[in-house]
């Protein structure tokens, strides 16, 4: 399949199945914004949950918070956002398109006579490059001056750095533990993209942990080694995982190390998640712009110190695309062809269709007594009883349902229905009072 096929092959399931819609679409779209649809929305919650489970729930060393969006402007001059999130950008004057500056299209140099504008293809119609903060702005209260100018975050990060001291008191932490959170950021990006990979609005899911300056490189090894783990355990095949480190002109204002996950999207290698050693960059910062003291006092030695952070950040809206992207085959089964998305089950958006065999015979009855069963216990299924048996496999195969239960003549003698592997298309019989059992365990991850 050629790359950019796959991608329009995905979008447009995407937007067929109902995960993922432009914004505003009747309006013509806004530019790099998308709305999650009815399948998409369970497919991100159940991201954001098995990520949440994983930080907060399973470990006892890590709190999770939920900060506001709107912070105190000072926070993006402490954290250097104001100064320094900033890309630069190019302007072509004939056809007033905008790029940035490092834009792998542009051939020559662009504010040089021989530049070319990808665009329009005029040559020195490019201006110099201009620093352009990725910010969004906008006013609090009834007025619009500088003075009320408040800022959309672009990463959720500080929103934890500033309440570092409340949870750790309130939680009665130890050093070293993690804050954990989920929530909307927001990048003005010059060249958004690839459906949703580079988005204006995007959720991020961060963990900052804090530890002993001296011990941060040991934590951002243990960091690095669990997050790749954790890609894996998802069921993302390994040989489309890769690190990245980053070199001295690619490391953030902040950062002392790091190193991207990255997975081949049919568009190339990506960064989808960056694990950083921040050292005491942000909560120095912050001391020294609030005037409030943020160290942490030891209470087995005594010793005062600002922490160190090791963080790991993943954006909620790259990786539903790693995991659609990862998920999505074309296979041909018994001689037909089929599309199907071969998520984790854990995260699929539908766990079962039940299908009643025909409309007779007292087989809905059943099918609808085992759906209601399921959704009772809040696992979401998928009633259908229209078309034929391998049409309906196939539409769930399409929306990456793990299990297909089938009515059948039997289930009226024996009480047993069928339940078919989606992706090894392996069907066995189970007690039709047994289903609920066999998919929760089959759902456990
Ligand atoms: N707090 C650190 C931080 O924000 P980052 O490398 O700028 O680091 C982390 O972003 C992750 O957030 C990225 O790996 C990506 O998954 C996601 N992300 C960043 N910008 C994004 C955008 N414009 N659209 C979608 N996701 C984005």
Known sequence: MAQSSVMDKLVSLAKRRGFIFQSSEIYGGLGSVWDYGPLGVELKRNLKDRWWRSMVYARDDIEGVDAAILMHPKVWEASGHVAGFTDPLVDCRQCKNRFRADDERIKGTPGAPDAQCPVCGSKGTLTEPRMFNLMFKTFMGPV??????????????????????????????????????????????????????????????????????????????????????????????????????????????YAKDAYDIEYEFPFGWKEFEGIHNRTDFDLSRHQEYSGKKLEYLDPATNERFIPYVVETSLGADRLALVVLADAYREETVEGESRVVLKLHPSIAPIKAGVFPLVKKDGMPEVATRIADDLRARAIPVFYDDGGSIGRRYRRQDEAGTPFGITVDGQTLDDGTVTVRDRDSLAQERVASDAVVTYLQDHLAT
């Not at 927001?186 to 958004?192: G, H, L, S, Y």
């Not at 580079?198 to 690095?224: A, I, L, N, S």
């Open 144 to 253: 619009e001056e500088d003075a009320a100018i408040v800022y959309l975050r672009p990463e959720t990060a500080q929103g934890i750095y500033v309440n570092y001291l409340n949870v750790q008191q309130s939680s009665r932490q130890k050093i070293p533990f993690g804050i954990a959170q989920i929530g909307k950021a927001f990048r003005n990006e010059i060249t958004p993209g690839n459906f949703i990979f580079r988005t204006r609005e995007f959720e991020q899911m961060e963990m900052q942990f804090f530890v002993k300056p001296g011990e941060d490189e040991h934590w951002f090894e243990e960091w690095r080694a669990w997050r790749m783990q954790w890609h894996r355990d998802l069921g993302i095949r390994p040989e489309k995982l890769r690190f990245h480190q980053h070199g001295p002109d690619e490391l953030a204002h």
